[in-house]
Nanobody, 127 residues
Framework: QVQLVESGGGLVQAGDSLRLSCAASGSAFSRYDMGWFRQAPGKEREFVTVISWSGTRKYYADSVKGRFTVSRDGAKNTVYLQMNSLEPDDTGVYYC????????????????????WGKGTLVTVSS
């Protein structure tokens, strides 16, 4: 079992930066590919990014490329999402996920295909 707890959300202005954290407890954090999804009010949940268990492979949604960076710290069992140049459209609840193996972007984008999910942290970007 893996438990995921997100933190770092808050209210910021457009153009600001924010760093989200996802702390994982339980067994074998290093074996999981870790991802982030988000859901804006009244919209479908969408894929944001994923990082492989080794940290060497990353995928990003087109909407965040060049602005968001995902990373992980194995010693702390934590994955991070650095968000720069935030826009009002980035507003939403951000969820951390874990999956044992993600080989393709299609798999990374499949919310229901994840093995574990966090409860989310709210990010609000004002214009």
């Amino acid at each position: 079992q893996v438990q995921l707890v997100e933190s770092g959300g808050g209210l910021v202005q457009a153009g600001d930066s924010l760093r989200l954290s996802c702390a994982a407890s339980g067994s074998a954090f290093s074996r999981y590919d870790m991802g982030w999804f988000r859901q804006a009010p009244g919209k479908e949940r969408e894929f944001v990014t994923v990082i492989s268990w080794s940290g060497t492979r990353k995928y990003y949604a087109d909407s965040v490329k060049g602005r968001f960076t995902v990373s992980r710290d194995g010693a702390k069992n934590t994955v991070y999402l650095q968000m720069n140049s935030l826009e009002p459209d980035d507003t939403g609840v951000y969820y951390c996920t874990a999956r044992s193996e993600i080989l393709t972007l299609v798999e990374a984008s499949d919310w229901n295909g994840m093995d574990y999910w966090g409860k989310g942290t709210l990010v609000t970007v004002s214009s």
